[in-house]
Every structure is written in C-alpha cells, then in structure tokens.
C-alpha cells in the first residue's frame, strides 16, 4: 500500500524559507516521479514542481522558479521541497503525489489527474 506523508509546513514571515518533506512507503522513490501541487482557498489545486526518476529531470512552475527546489534523498525514500524567498501568495495547503508506473513525464508531469498516490497535505502560511 503506497502511503506519502507530508510535514516541514508552518508560519513563516515574507522572504522566508520552508523545506517540505514527502516520505514515502510501499514504493521508492528513486523509481516514481513524484509531484508537488498546492491549493490555496478557494483556488483550484496547481502544479509546483516536479522530479522525475529516470535522471532526476526537474521541472517547476513559473511562479516558483528560482526560489523553490525540489529533490529527494534515496536513503530515506523522501522527496523535499525547498520553498526560499516565500511570498504571501505561497500560502496554501501542499501535497505530494506520485503516479502509477508508466505514462511520460516530460509530458504529464504537471498533469494532477496523472498522479493516483496523494498526500494528506501541510499547510504552509506566509505572512507579509
């Protein structure tokens, strides 16, 4: 049973920095994409970042962008998200999620209805 659960989340000033983590069971990370995706209220759920296991290619969203980054440690089959220089408008609930096998990710990396395995989400608040 694949189970992904989320933590690193808080309140944190303007400018700030957050790491996320992602730990992950009944599969390896270093074998799975894995995604982030956040939802503020009253927002639709967004992509935010995303690491491939097949050479660990990266991608983000155009909001986060040189201030977030996203990586994952084999040895703990956890995946982080670095979140720097946090904005107001960062403030939402993040998830982490992983697809079932196959499928291509440079294609649908960003895609929420690829992914099946989700986290129960950490809220993350930054205040001006």
């Not at 894995?34 to 970042?49: D, H, L, M």
């Not at 097949?54 to 670095?82: E, M, W």
């Not at 220089?85 to 440079?106: H, N, R, V």
Request: with cysteine; charged share 15%; hydrophobic share 35%.
């Amino acid at each position: 049973q694949v189970q992904l659960v989320e933590s690193g989340g808080g309140l944190v000033q303007a400018g700030g920095s957050l790491r996320l983590s992602c730990a992950a069971s009944g599969l390896t990370v270093s074998n799975s994409d894995i995604g982030w995706f956040r939802q503020a209220p009253g927002k639709e759920r967004e992509f935010v970042a995303a690491i491939g296991w097949n050479g660990g290619v990266t991608y983000y969203a155009d909001s986060v962008k040189g201030r977030f980054t996203i990586s994952r440690d084999n040895a703990k089959n956890t995946v982080y998200l670095q979140m720097d220089s946090l904005k107001p408008e960062d403030t939402a609930e993040y998830y982490c999620a992983a697809p079932m096998q196959g499928g291509s990710f440079d294609y649908l990396h960003a895609k929420m209805e690829w992914y099946v395995f989700w986290g129960q989400g950490t809220q993350v608040t930054v205040s001006s």
